[in-house]
């Protein structure tokens, strides 16, 4: 199969907002992808949609968040959140492309790193480790801390980014 990835437009809003309500089975998600083209942590560049026969069939995001700790220090990074491939389109890799295409982009424009909650399972295959390696710790209380994982983009991305991640206000929605 075909796919090809590429920045959202405008045109795509709607297509983007079904992608992730028929992925995740609620609005939650797909409001909050709304909400955050607004705000200023977003980056157009890595709005990415995936699309098959000029459908749009899977987006990812990633947003600016920092990890600030107690001596006030603070690197700046990325948070992917949200991605979602539509049920019909899952398993085939889509959600991959997205992933290395978004990591390419975002080393292109020089960000050092990217935050990711999500499946142990899933993303180590991108090269994602828990940040228990770095001490960068949730705001969220989760259920296992290897679900909370980070990638260097260039050599000791993460190497003194010690604290805790502070993810755009509009997260707190979710
Ligand atoms: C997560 C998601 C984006 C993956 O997209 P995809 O196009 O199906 O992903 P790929 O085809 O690249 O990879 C599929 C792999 O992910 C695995 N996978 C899918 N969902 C998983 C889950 N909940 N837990 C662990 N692994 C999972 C599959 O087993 C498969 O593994 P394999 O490559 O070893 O066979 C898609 O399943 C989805 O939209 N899910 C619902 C929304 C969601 O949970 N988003 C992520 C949290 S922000």
Redesign the pocket.
């Known amino acids: 199969m075909m796919e090809y990835i590429r920045q959202e437009n405008k045109a795509d809003f709607n297509d983007v907002f079904k992608?992730?309500q028929l992925?995740?089975g609620q609005d939650n998600?797909a409001n909050l992808v709304d909400l955050l083209r607004h705000s200023n942590a977003f980056i157009p560049e890595l709005s990415l949609v995936a699309t098959f026969e000029t459908k749009v069939v899977?987006h990812i995001l990633f947003t600016k968040i920092k990890i600030i700790n107690d001596y006030k220090s603070i690197t700046e990074s990325l948070a992917?959140?949200?991605?979602?491939?539509?049920?019909d389109?899952?398993?085939?890799?889509?959600?991959?492309?997205?992933?290395n295409h978004g990591l390419k982009i975002a080393k292109e424009l020089r960000y050092k790193s990217v935050i990711?909650?999500?499946?142990k399972?899933?993303y180590p295959?991108f090269g994602f480790e828990p940040t228990t390696k770095w001490n960068i710790k949730s705001p969220f209380s989760i259920s296992d801390t290897g679900n909370f994982m980070g990638i260097e983009l260039i050599a000791d991305g993460l190497k003194n980014a010690v604290g805790m991640v502070k993810y755009p206000d509009e997260f707190e929605m979710l």
Request: glycine residues 16%; aromatic residues 10%.
């Open positions: 992608v992730h992925a995740f998600e899977g992917l959140a949200p991605m979602a491939v539509r049920p389109f899952q398993n085939k890799g889509i959600g991959g492309q997205l992933i990711v909650l999500g499946h399972d899933y295959k």
